[in-house]
């Protein structure tokens, strides 16, 4: 484990219970991550991944029940889901909106320039912006005819994945989570996204990658994997814990956790 | 339609002139005509048909179904105050005094000039007059007044007066053949490519107290290819009926663009109809970005086998607005296709009307029709009021119609704030980038900037650039 246990958290989620219509579905969930530090979340249908990536993002339809999420000290449930976009943390859809009418690149250059403008930085300049964004897109193998094109509009699912991976590259979050951002996709667009991840991680950076299946982490190395299932993390391990999952299947962690 | 300021007027100047009863303010207008405005050409036994028949119907009211969500009540009084003030002033200054159109002033966007765009030809008509026509025209293009025919008008002229006296009665129309002042006609070759050189005429009220009534017929000559735009301006208190005839000849396309940039007093009605021949097709483009009040009646007839019609249409009634768009696509002949999509946008008091018709006849068969509307509602007090029609006579027909009017989609705007835009900045994207979509259809870059400055303007800051093709 290449993480230095001594860094202080980037995100504390302490005893979070979160209800959908009036089903707790959260029941009571840990998770602590630090820079430098990629982790998976793994777990069954329905154990509550997604709405773990919903409820940090601030998406509606959500409600806490009990316990807190502190990112960077700040309290993040506290947060419009645009401010915590600004304050670095980045959510990758599990299935990216199209939006016609409104260019990729408009997009990035709003997202930017509103990221910068919360840390006082000015707008970033016509021609620095195009650079990275070109860099960005040679980086995802993305044809530049896709940047003048709607958001996602008419994008195959593979497609989208990739254009989240970019847009994520482009913004260059403190904190990314990604909800099954490898679902759907083929071999090759699998590499390609576990390619971009790849070449974000950094020391001040960390990663929080929800995901069904073990193959994305084939790519990446996380440092963590956690079993999520009920409500709860019912286990945590390193990558061999992924693994152990491939082999033996969720029923299996799921029976000696509760035997 | 009772106006009894007109009453007042009319009789308190003409004492001595024929009595027009209120309830006929077209008599008094037809009366009070100056007899400059005589239209030479214009067969007068259509005009004495149209005054009849519109002492029979009146002016439309709310007892008819097509218009019971637009009243003409405020139209009817501002045309009753130009009677009276006609009536009372001098004769209203000769047109040739403004040929240049640099003595009236334009509202909105601006004026475009005759230096818009290079390969466009540009027309004028005020007050529903066409202005001196324009000097240079591509090979294969004529315009011309009905006035002054041009010898290369001339023979066609009375093929289209005829086309144009066969179509059935509609109270708008009568209320134009009776009262107009001039009419202009656009004509194509047979086989000319005009596409890339549009024929832009700007039909504007100058500002007199004028109820104009322009009167454009269009013959676009067998597999010709021609582009019109039709822009409506004017000066504050603008007040238009205007009505549009076109034919469109075997294997032809007539590409339309019809612009309603009126100020915000504006008040227009206007009728137009496309009949399309054999394999003809034509695609119109209908923006209501302006006005106070707007009506526009929109027929195209697929009259022959093969033909088919694209319509693209979007309005936009903010502010105090209304805005009624009526369209109806009827499938005469065999294997004809129509394809319409309108977008309507309402906001603060505005109300939008939207009713798309489509109607397959009995000799229509394998005929295609899809129409959808979308609508966008951004307050509480405005309104749209939304009627999509079927009428379908044959069978062996594929038609699909549907129409939506809601806010702005959750998910984008979740998508949007979660990449860092504030929700006024992802409503104001997302609201621009639904109404830029049936720009589209317009290659014109000066009337495009136009456009898209009013829409900007409504926006606000910079929302409209948000398109794809802007912004690197």
Redesign the interface.
Same mark, same amino acid.
């Given at each position: 484990m290449e993480s230095i246990a001594s860094n202080p958290p980037l995100l504390q989620v302490t005893d979070l219970r979160v209800a959908v219509g009036g089903k707790e579905i959260l029941k009571g969930l840990n998770l602590t991550v630090r820079a430098g530090e990629v982790h998976a979340i793994m777990g069954p249908n329905g154990s509550g991944k997604s709405t773990l990536a919903h409820v940090l @993002?601030?998406?509606?339809g959500y409600e806490v029940t009990g316990g807190s999420v502190t990112y960077l000290g700040r309290d993040l449930l506290g947060l419009? $889901?645009?401010d915590? &976009?600004?304050a670095g943390v980045f #959510?990758g859809?599990q299935y990216?909106?199209e939006?016609?009418? +409104? @260019?990729n690149?408009?997009?990035l250059?709003?997202?930017l320039n509103?990221?910068r403008s919360?840390r006082g930085e000015s707008e970033i300049d016509?021609a620095r912006f #195009?650079r990275l964004v070109k860099e960005k897109a040679r980086l995802m193998q993305m044809d530049e005819s896709f #940047?003048?094109?709607? +958001?996602n509009?008419g994008f195959s699912g593979g497609e989208k994945k990739r254009n989240e991976i970019f847009?994520m590259a482009v913004?260059e979050p403190v904190l990314a989570i990604l909800d099954e951002t490898d679902s759907g996709l083929d071999i090759d667009a699998l590499k390609v996204v576990a390619n971009g991840v790849k070449s974000l991680r950094s020391a001040e950076r960390a990663f929080v990658l929800v995901t069904h299946y073990q193959r994305l982490l084939d790519h990446i190395r996380p440092d963590f994997v956690h079993v999520l299932a009920g409500g709860r993390i019912i286990r945590t391990g390193d990558r061999t814990l992924a693994l152990e999952l491939e082999a033996g299947g969720y029923e299996q962690v799921l029976a000696a956790a509760n035997p | 339609m009772t106006e009894p300021t007109a009453q007042q007027a009319v009789h308190g100047r003409a004492a001595g002139q024929s009595r027009d009863t209120p309830q006929k303010p077209w008599r008094a207008a037809a009366s009070l005509a100056p007899a400059g405005t005589d239209v030479a050409g214009w067969p007068s036994e259509r005009r004495v048909a149209a005054l009849a028949r519109l002492d029979e119907s009146g002016l439309p009211d709310g007892a008819d179904e097509d218009w019971r969500y637009t009243s003409l009540a405020g139209y009817g009084q501002r045309w009753s105050a130009y009677l009276a003030a006609a009536g009372l002033a001098a004769r209203p200054a000769g047109i040739d005094t403004r040929a240049d159109g640099s003595a009236f002033s334009t509202a909105g966007a601006g004026h475009p000039g005759t230096s818009g765009s290079p390969g466009t030809v540009h027309a004028q008509i005020v007050d529903g007059i066409l202005q001196a026509p324009p000097g240079a025209m591509p090979r294969g293009l004529y315009i011309g007044s009905l006035r002054q025919l041009t010898p290369e008008l001339r023979a066609r002229a009375a093929d289209l007066l005829r086309k144009s006296g066969d179509v059935a009665p509609e109270t708008l129309v009568d209320l134009n053949s009776a009262l107009l002042a001039d009419v202009i006609l656009v004509t194509t070759e047979t086989g000319a490519s005009l596409e890339a050189m549009p024929l832009h005429i700007l039909i504007q009220g100058s500002g007199a107290p004028a109820f104009s009534q322009p009167r454009i017929l269009v013959d676009v000559a067998q597999d010709s290819r021609f582009t019109l735009i039709l822009e409506h301006g004017g000066a504050a208190g603008t007040l238009c009926n205007a009505v549009t005839q076109a034919w469109v000849g075997s294997g032809a396309h007539l590409n339309l663009v019809r612009v309603q940039l009126l100020p915000d007093d504006g008040m227009l009605t206007e009728t137009s109809r496309i009949e399309l021949a054999a394999a003809a097709s034509t695609h119109i483009t209908s923006m209501d970005l302006g006005a106070q009040l707007s009506r526009h009646a929109l027929t195209v007839l697929l009259a022959g086998a093969g033909a088919s019609a694209s319509v693209d249409g979007l309005f936009l009634a903010d502010g105090n607005r209304h805005v009624d768009n009526h369209t109806r696509l009827e499938h005469l002949a065999p294997g004809t296709t129509s394809r319409e999509s309108f977008r309507g946008l309402a906001d603060g008091h505005g109300r939008g009307v939207f009713n798309g018709k489509i109607i397959v006849r009995e000799g229509a068969a394998g005929s295609n029709a899809a129409l959808t509307n979308r609508n966008l509602l951004l307050a509480a007090t405005a309104e749209i009021d939304t009627k999509p029609e079927l009428e379908i006579y044959v069978d062996d027909v594929r038609c699909s119609h549907g129409a939506t009017t809601g806010q702005l989609? &959750?998910?984008?705007l979740?998508?949007?704030? @979660?990449?860092? #835009?504030? $929700?006024a900045?992802?409503r104001q994207?997302?609201t621009?980038?639904?109404l830029?979509?049936p720009l589209g259809g317009i290659a014109q870059p000066e009337l495009r900037a136009r456009l898209e400055a009013r829409l900007e303007e409504k926006l606000g800051g910079n929302a409209a650039?948000?398109? $794809?093709? &802007?912004? @690197?």
């Open positions: @993002s601030g998406r509606d419009a $889901p645009e915590r &976009a600004r #959510l859809f990216p909106i939006i016609p009418g +409104v @260019s690149v408009y997009l250059r709003s997202a509103a990221r919360a016509a #195009l #940047l003048q094109r709607g +958001v509009e847009q913004l | 989609d &959750a998910n984008a979740f998508y949007l704030r @979660s990449r860092g #835009l504030d $929700p900045a992802a994207v997302l621009a980038a639904f830029r979509e650039i948000a398109g $794809p093709g &802007a912004g @690197s």
